[in-house]
């Protein structure tokens, strides 16, 4: 599917559904701004965009292909990039319940295209807003792509916010729970944390210097929302850096109070063993098929009783008094 939205700098009106056949026209002037929106889209529609504006193959290939990390690429007269939009579902029957959505874009003097599998919110907020009002694509596109992006980065705050929950449930639960959904939690929180690092970072290192190698060409008035764009990313990465210390350090903690328990369930049982070691001894002695003095006295199996039970409370008293229990 594909959406346009065409803003007229003489006019300063939007315009929507504009006909792609007179692109040329739209373009002729610098200040115009055309963005195109492409989603669910198929090969012959990306390569209908892509002649239009003479794109370069292998770009065009990277948008058929799912790539793994963020990156830009530099050509002639535009700037190709690959984003990461996150998607997050707790409640999943899945494995993961974290997931990245491709977005890629194409960014010119006066035009942009987007490229998505599905619909993203982050692209649907600035579409909505394109839809009523000129005011994100009178900026140029480079401010049109910071508010795409910011979206993205945005949306990715309230995922970090519900993780810090959950790693402090977890803390909590370390103490008190004994069962092996703790250690699911655990390898699940890994998991997310590792997704959550291979998307930021690599989209961090694009907005990190403006200026420097990773750079494009961005209108100097536009310049802080970058600079923004770029302390929300460093933000966002050094929570999910503390995130997984504390989600390692958990699991540290985790594996020592089981070492513990298991230390103490060792400690009970060895104890138990070691008293019924010299009962075993007496049951087996008096337990033989041979006279032994006072057998026929009624009171004989009480003092035998006894005897076992004096020795059981001396063996734990003597354990006690070497702090041991």
Known sequence: MIKTYFYNHDDNKMYHDVDLSTTNDLLASPNNLLWIDLYDTSEQELAYIGQIFNF????????????????????????????????????????DEISSIELDVFLGTNYIVTIHPIALLAVGKVARISLKASEYMERGPDYLLYKIVDNIVDDSFPIIDRLGERIDDLEDNIFISKGQHVTEEIATLRRTIILLRKVLIPQ???????????????????????????????SILDTVNTFRDLVNSTMEAYYSVLTGRTSEIITILTI??????????????????????????????????????????????????????
């Not at 008035?221 to 302390?231: K, S």
């Open 56 to 95: 370069h193959p292998l770009s065009l290939e990277d948008c058929l292909q799912e790539s793994p990390r963020a990156k830009i690429d530099n050509y002639d007269d535009y700037y190709f990039f690959v984003f990461h939009a996150l998607r997050y579902f707790e409640e999943v029957e899945e494995e």
């Open 204 to 234: 961090r290192q694009i907005f990190i210097n403006i200026r420097g190698r990773y750079s494009f060409f961005v209108n100097d008035e536009n310049v802080p929302y970058y600079l923004d764009l770029a302390d929300n990313l460093n």
């Open 272 to 325: 138990i063993s070691i008293i019924m070691m010299p009962l075993t001894v007496i049951t087996g002695f008096f337990g033989m098929n041979v006279e032994f003095p006072g057998r026929e006295h009624p009171y004989t199996i009480w003092f035998i009783l006894l005897g076992m039970f004096a020795l059981s409370l001396s063996m734990l008293g003597f354990f006690r008094h070497r702090k041991w229990v």
